[in-house]
Protein backbone atom coordinates (compact mmCIF):
# COMPACT_ATOMS: atom_id res chain seq x y z
CA UNK A 1 0.00 0.00 0.00
CA UNK A 2 1.29 3.86 -0.05
CA UNK A 3 2.41 4.90 3.23
CA UNK A 4 0.42 8.36 4.31
CA UNK A 5 2.49 11.14 2.98
CA UNK A 6 5.19 13.23 5.40
CA UNK A 7 5.20 16.87 4.71
CA UNK A 8 8.18 19.00 4.90
CA UNK A 9 8.40 22.97 4.51
CA UNK A 10 11.90 22.49 2.67
CA UNK A 11 12.64 20.86 -1.18
CA UNK A 12 16.05 19.37 0.53
CA UNK A 13 14.02 17.39 3.42
CA UNK A 14 11.48 16.35 1.48
CA UNK A 15 14.74 15.31 -0.62
CA UNK A 16 16.37 13.54 1.41
CA UNK A 17 13.30 11.58 2.63
CA UNK A 18 12.87 10.16 -0.63
CA UNK A 19 16.17 9.41 -0.89
CA UNK A 20 16.05 7.43 2.18
CA UNK A 21 12.95 5.50 1.35
CA UNK A 22 14.44 4.57 -2.45
CA UNK A 23 17.66 3.28 -0.57
CA UNK A 24 15.68 0.54 0.92
CA UNK A 25 14.24 -1.01 -1.29
CA UNK A 26 15.75 -3.68 -3.42
CA UNK A 27 16.08 -4.28 -6.94
CA UNK A 28 17.56 -1.89 -9.70
CA UNK A 29 17.88 1.51 -9.87
CA UNK A 30 16.41 3.73 -12.89
CA UNK A 31 17.61 6.56 -13.75
CA UNK A 32 15.12 9.02 -15.72
CA UNK A 33 17.11 11.57 -16.78
CA UNK A 34 16.01 14.98 -18.73
CA UNK A 35 16.61 16.29 -22.18
CA UNK A 36 16.86 20.00 -22.88
CA UNK A 37 16.48 21.51 -26.18
CA UNK A 38 17.10 25.19 -27.05
CA UNK A 39 14.76 26.70 -29.36
CA UNK A 40 14.96 30.02 -30.88
CA UNK A 41 18.47 32.03 -31.36
CA UNK A 42 20.12 32.95 -28.13
CA UNK A 43 22.12 36.29 -28.13
CA UNK A 44 26.04 34.35 -28.21
CA UNK A 45 27.90 37.11 -25.93
CA UNK A 46 25.51 35.59 -22.98
CA UNK A 47 25.09 32.47 -24.41
CA UNK A 48 26.46 30.51 -21.70
CA UNK A 49 25.60 32.29 -18.79
CA UNK A 50 21.50 32.33 -19.86
CA UNK A 51 21.59 29.02 -20.86
CA UNK A 52 22.72 28.26 -17.17
CA UNK A 53 20.10 30.27 -15.42
CA UNK A 54 17.36 28.99 -17.24
CA UNK A 55 18.82 25.35 -16.68
CA UNK A 56 18.58 26.37 -13.03
CA UNK A 57 15.42 27.85 -13.01
CA UNK A 58 13.87 24.62 -14.80
CA UNK A 59 15.75 22.34 -12.51
CA UNK A 60 13.52 23.73 -9.62
CA UNK A 61 10.37 22.14 -11.00
CA UNK A 62 11.91 19.30 -13.52
CA UNK A 63 15.25 17.84 -12.13
CA UNK A 64 17.89 17.25 -14.58
CA UNK A 65 17.15 13.40 -13.20
CA UNK A 66 14.51 11.54 -10.96
CA UNK A 67 16.15 8.02 -9.09
CA UNK A 68 13.10 5.70 -9.32
CA UNK A 69 12.44 1.85 -8.15
CA UNK A 70 9.68 -0.84 -8.46
CA UNK A 71 8.23 -0.19 -5.43
CA UNK A 72 8.84 3.31 -5.10
CA UNK A 73 5.76 5.52 -4.07
CA UNK A 74 5.63 8.36 -6.56
CA UNK A 75 3.76 11.60 -6.89
CA UNK A 76 2.65 13.00 -10.02
CA UNK A 77 3.84 17.10 -10.34
CA UNK A 78 1.57 17.70 -13.55
CA UNK A 79 -1.64 16.68 -14.56
CA UNK A 80 -1.99 13.79 -17.09
CA UNK A 81 -6.34 13.53 -16.77
CA UNK A 82 -8.24 15.11 -14.80
CA UNK A 83 -11.42 12.96 -15.65
CA UNK A 84 -9.45 10.12 -14.32
CA UNK A 85 -7.99 11.66 -10.73
CA UNK A 86 -4.53 11.78 -12.28
CA UNK A 87 -3.83 15.07 -11.22
CA UNK A 88 -0.63 17.06 -9.52
CA UNK A 89 -0.33 15.63 -6.27
CA UNK A 90 -1.88 12.67 -6.66
CA UNK A 91 -0.06 9.55 -5.34
CA UNK A 92 0.65 5.78 -6.36
CA UNK A 93 3.76 3.26 -6.86
CA UNK A 94 6.07 2.08 -9.58
CA UNK A 95 4.95 -0.89 -10.41
CA UNK A 96 7.30 -1.92 -13.35
CA UNK A 97 9.18 0.07 -16.17
CA UNK A 98 8.34 0.21 -20.40
CA UNK A 99 10.91 1.44 -22.77
CA UNK A 100 9.76 3.89 -25.24
CA UNK A 101 10.84 4.41 -28.66
CA UNK A 102 14.21 5.73 -28.05
CA UNK A 103 14.75 2.93 -25.56
CA UNK A 104 14.40 5.58 -22.28
CA UNK A 105 12.87 3.88 -19.44
CA UNK A 106 9.16 5.14 -18.47
CA UNK A 107 7.87 4.32 -15.28
CA UNK A 108 4.60 2.56 -14.64
CA UNK A 109 2.40 3.69 -11.75
CA UNK A 110 -0.55 2.33 -10.06
CA UNK A 111 -2.07 5.30 -8.58
CA UNK A 112 -3.87 5.06 -5.58
CA UNK A 113 -7.42 5.79 -7.46
CA UNK A 114 -6.55 2.20 -8.98
CA UNK A 115 -5.80 3.84 -12.44
CA UNK A 116 -2.63 1.46 -13.51
CA UNK A 117 -0.59 4.15 -16.07
CA UNK A 118 2.79 4.77 -17.85
CA UNK A 119 4.08 8.29 -16.90
CA UNK A 120 6.22 9.37 -20.33
CA UNK A 121 8.06 12.64 -19.63
CA UNK A 122 6.46 16.01 -20.71
CA UNK A 123 7.71 19.65 -21.49
CA UNK A 124 8.46 22.37 -19.65
CA UNK A 125 9.74 25.97 -21.23
CA UNK A 126 11.77 28.53 -19.39
CA UNK A 127 12.56 32.20 -21.52
CA UNK A 128 15.14 34.14 -21.55
CA UNK A 129 15.33 35.48 -18.33
CA UNK A 130 16.24 39.09 -18.53
CA UNK A 131 13.59 39.88 -21.16
CA UNK A 132 16.30 40.59 -23.89
CA UNK A 133 16.57 38.87 -27.31
CA UNK A 134 15.44 35.73 -28.02
CA UNK A 135 15.32 32.49 -27.08
CA UNK A 136 13.59 28.91 -24.65
CA UNK A 137 14.94 25.87 -23.16
CA UNK A 138 12.54 23.15 -23.35
CA UNK A 139 13.09 20.21 -20.89
CA UNK A 140 11.62 17.44 -21.28
CA UNK A 141 11.19 14.76 -17.83
CA UNK A 142 9.10 12.46 -16.06
CA UNK A 143 6.30 14.05 -13.91
CA UNK A 144 6.59 12.55 -10.59
CA UNK A 145 8.81 12.97 -7.56
Partial sequence: GIVPTRLYSL???????NEAR????????????ARNNWREAMPTG?????????AESLS?????????????QVMLTRNKDVDRSLVN??????IRFD??????PVPVVRFDCGVVTSIAPVEAVRYNPDGRGPGCLVRMQTPLK
Fill in 22 to 33: LAELKGEEIICR
Fill in 99 to 104: RNKNDE
Fill in 11 to 17: NRDVDGE
Fill in 60 to 72: KEMPDEIRLKVGA
Fill in 46 to 54: TLASVKKKM
Fill in 89 to 94: GSRGVV
